[in-house]
């Protein structure tokens, strides 16, 4: 199990450095974070409970590893905590449900298909490539997919 106060420190570390690499760039970090302190409609124990659900949901273990430690200071709860994991937990869930159908893949005979009408354009690079590289799980040829 991943120690999270040393992981937390080593960034703390890190991030110093890179600070003084990049310190506009860092400025700008700290400036998005700020933000919500300006209006303050949430409440820093909600932002923090909510940082840590899309800290989990995009997996990042040094978000994980600050937005817990501040949800703890903001006031938050081990229950408050845990519901909000469980929101995270839900959306990759939703997430995964949602991509499934969207893929439209179904078994005919014993070729795989993908239903053409759920390919979006922007997404047309990405697939030709993965086609020609015969990565896909669904076997589609661009010829059905695209038209």
Known sequence: ???WNNYRSELMQRLG???????????GVVALGNAGNKTD???AKVR?????????TTRCDGCIAFHADAAVKAGATDAEIAEALGVAINLNAGAAVIHSARTGC????TRLSINKF?????????FYV????????????????FN
Request: glycine fraction near 6%.
């Open 17 to 27: 450095e890179l600070g003084k690499l990049t310190p506009e760039t860092m400025k």
């Open 130 to 145: 993965r086609n020609s590289l015969s990565i896909h799980r669904c076997r589609f040829h661009t010829r059905y997919a």
């Open 106 to 109: 179904r078994r005919s005979g």
């Open 48 to 56: 923090e409970l909510i940082a840590l659900a899309c800290a989990v």
């Open 118 to 126: 759920h390919v979006k354009r922007a997404l047309l690079p990405f």
């Open 1 to 3: 199990m991943l120690d």
């Open 41 to 43: 409609l949430l409440g």
